[in-house]
């Protein structure tokens, strides 16, 4: 069959006829997002060094408050004659700022009301336990005779004590207390050196014990590095909102319009159809990818504009285009999912409702250059994304490490490929390419309607969850953290589904019976899971490393040690086994049975499960025992050996930590391998005596 169809390009090229017209759109995806970075980049330096302009010519006003505040008044009259108040490197003609002193019965009220930039509070001085001591010596006639010369010396009860008191959240006040310091530090220097010069020591300070550094990487390359963090993010951000312009109205836009089903009446095939939406798309996508390549290009290349200090980046075209070629499979990605979303949704509206969380999720993997640790030499180039944002970066610093950037773009590719069948698969359906035929579950409701509606409230619940408990400061105790989160969240969530949507209790939560030997399956399982959980985590901890007092915080928070052992298993083993199978193998999984393939059923609700653990060391972990816990419940068909499976794994886990002091990371090779070999047994058994999940998805 022929990839692109004399049909497909002929619709095309009459939709992007369509596109050029819309003005609109055009605005919206392809001019706004090409004149958003010229303008970032300049506006942020033009109100920089607008702002630096005016700290230059400021006059800070400051009051002294004080017994001591005469001697201090003389220190900066001096300072400001020598010049001490400049940064280093600056001139008379750079520095044309003035100190004024004013007098103000409340400086604080002053600074508060932003009417003074800050206030000098000069306290007397004290006399410590060393200057008593000193002045006892000195009375003494068996005192040393040069003791009198190092108290002279140091003469520390003679020295007042300088507060500089401003406020950081205004500039001007912190550039002044900046400058007043530096004055002060400056005298303090002058003081101390005079002090030595009388003492015969004849040298600059800045003589004494001189150090230098030597930056070996050229301006292009720290340049590159800063450039390399965001330029990826920035770029998603502009394909995802150009491009949803026109994914959104290709599909969504044309349903509410009604014109699609007119469209679908003509000889014209479906896949055509999809095939030009999705060729109008990429062009879009590509067209702004070009065009900022091109602005690096222009702007860094050429120096056709000079730009600020700091992203003065050596791009050769040469470069830039391997920049283009890099960013291609981000472009079919983002093309792809864009024009997913769009066709499942009913209306325009709804699908910008769709178009939120996807476009959180392309920006979040574009973040890992601004952690300094990731590196593309790692398991991160297997992350889409990710690898790609962290190859654009080695590439403006310079570095071409051609294997990690071609399989970055394999990978990246994949999913894409991954991502454009979907598109076909899913959107050549007329169910979804249509909006007139009204969905049968929306007009039965119900327990029909529940799987369409399962995730969003599962959403709303992780957001509770993270928003409420996570940041309430009294939900932070072990009783009110299990009571709110896994009785009240957990449980009352579910029982609220069920009731909201008149779900069968018995088939929704699987109360079902099992064979004996099921049991024996869980008591061989549970532990060897528990093993195989623990090495899940070591292997994580190799990329995403944990700080060892974070996982010390974690233990003592999960054992208190005023808790009694029994009330610990009942709060961490017992009612977690029950509330959050209840919640995640029952009314998750009941929802999901039908949307997807038994492995992939398995894999979403072990994701699902991890993510509501919050923190990230535990995603991976408990995300792992999610998978094995929803695997058991689709061979069983039940609840019940998931939530003994569940309790005897956080309840082993305590014991051995309580009574046994054994730590993760005293495991070896052997204990995965053998723990391995029992959860071999164990699924061996439950294969030999399932009751599959009833009303799962079938292959097609």
Known sequence: ?????????????????????????????????????????????????????????????????????????????????????????ETDKDARFKLEEVQDADPNQSLSGKKIDFYLQVQPPKADATAVQRKRDARSPERDPEDSQKGSLTGREQVPTVTVHY???????????????????????????????????????????????????????????????????????????????????????????????????????????????????????????????????????????????????????????????????IIFLASGSLLLISGFAKTYKEAQLYFTPVFFLFLLPAIAPLFPGLKLRSAMVLLPISNISLGAKEILVGRYDWPMLLLSWLVTAAAAVYVARRVTNTLITEKLITASEADQADLRGGADLFPKHVLKWFGLMWVVLLVVAVNVESLQSMWTQVLFNVVLLFCGGSFLLIWRYKLPIKEALALRSVHPMVWLAVLIGAPASLVLTHGVFRLANVFLPVPEKMLESFGQTLVPPEFPIWQVLLLV???????????????????????????????????????????????????????????????????????????????SAILLGQYFKTSPMELTWVHMLASLL??????????LFRTPYPGLRRRR
């Open 573 to 651: 083993a017992v009612i977690p086994g029950v509330g959050e199978e209840l919640t995640f193998r029952g009314v998750l999984l009941y929802g999901l049975r039908r949307r997807y393939h038994p492995v992939v059923l398995a894999l979403v609700v072990g994701a699902i499960f991890g993510f509501f653990h919050v923190a990230l060391f535990r995603l991976f972990p408990t995300a792992f025992l999610g998978v094995i816990l929803t695997t058991v419940t689709l061979l069983t068909g039940s609840i019940f050996p998931v939530m003994m499976w569940h309790a005897l794994n956080n309840g």
């Open 1 to 89: 069959m022929q990839l692109l169809s004399k049909p497909l390009l002929e619709f095309y090229r009459q939709e992007l006829r369509m596109f050029l017209r819309d003005r609109r759109a055009v605005v919206l995806s392809i001019i706004l997002p090409v004149l958003v970075m010229p303008i970032l980049i300049f506006g942020a330096h033009w109100a920089e060094q607008r702002r630096a302009r005016e700290l230059d010519t400021a006059t800070h006003k400051y009051v002294l408050i004080g017994s001591e505040a005469p001697r201090v008044r003389s220190v900066i009259a001096e300072g400001i004659r020598q010049g001490w108040a400049r940064a280093e490197g």
């Open 167 to 329: 406020r950081g959240d205004h500039d001007s006040s912190r550039k002044g207390a900046s400058r007043v310091r530096q004055l002060l530090l400056k005298s303090r220097g002058e003081a101390r050196y005079s002090l030595l010069e009388a003492r015969g020591f004849a040298f600059e300070p800045k003589d004494l014990a001189k150090v230098e550094s030597h930056d070996l990487a050229t301006k292009d390359q720290a340049s590159g590095m800063y450039v390399g963090r965001f330029l990826t993010l920035f770029l998603i951000f502009f394909i995802m909102v150009g491009g949803s312009a026109v994914a959104i109205d290709s599909i969504a836009g044309e349903k509410e319009r009604g014109t699609l089903e007119t469209l679908l009446t003509t000889s014209i095939r479906r896949s055509d159809i999809i095939g030009a939406k999705m060729l109008l798309v990429l062009t879009v996508s590509f067209v702004i990818t070009g065009l900022q390549v091109i602005n690096l290009l222009v702007y860094m290349g050429f120096n056709v504009i000079k730009l600020p200090q700091g992203l003065t980046v050596a791009i050769s075209p040469g470069r830039a285009l391997l920049l283009l070629l890099l960013y291609l499979p």
């Open 678 to 687: 029992l959860l071999a047994i164990a699924f061996g058994l439950i294969w």
